[in-house]
């Protein structure tokens, strides 16, 4: 394994926990859990932990993102600052259970319940 892909488990290591903590909208961390996804060596296509995120992801691809938002009108924001709340909560049972188990695979020696705020 290269420091590339050291540095990209690490990331994603902290991802799933700010997730896991509520630093990270489940939303906004699927897209970056996907970038990473790419930057670690031995992901089958069909890895259940990331398709978690694939499927967030795509079924929420019409929110605007935090980086996007300024691109947004405040009064389209306003109507949609609901949706992107519900869908947060949707997410958040398909997450969790796969942020804990990125977080097992990918720092194994660190106990899950040390790393929870």
């Given amino acids: 394994m290269n420091e590339y892909e050291v540095q ?3 990331e994603l290591v902290s991802l799933a926990e ?16 996907l970038a990473l996804r790419s930057r670690i060596g031995g992901i089958g296509d069909h890895d259940p932990d990331f398709s978690a995120f694939v499927l967030i992801s795509s079924e929420t691809d019409s929110l605007p993102l935090e980086q996007f938002r300024h691109l947004w009108s405040q009064s389209a924001l306003e109507r949609l600052d609901p949706e992107i709340r519900e ?3 949707w997410a958040r049972p398909i997450a969790e259970p796969a942020c804990s188990s990125l977080i097992n695979r990918f720092a194994p020696n660190h106990s899950l319940q040390a790393r929870r705020p």
């Fill in 8 to 10: 990209a488990r690490a």
């Fill in 18 to 33: 700010a997730m896991l903590a509520g630093r990270e909208s489940f939303l906004e961390g699927a897209v970056k859990v």
């Fill in 87 to 89: 869908a947060n909560s």
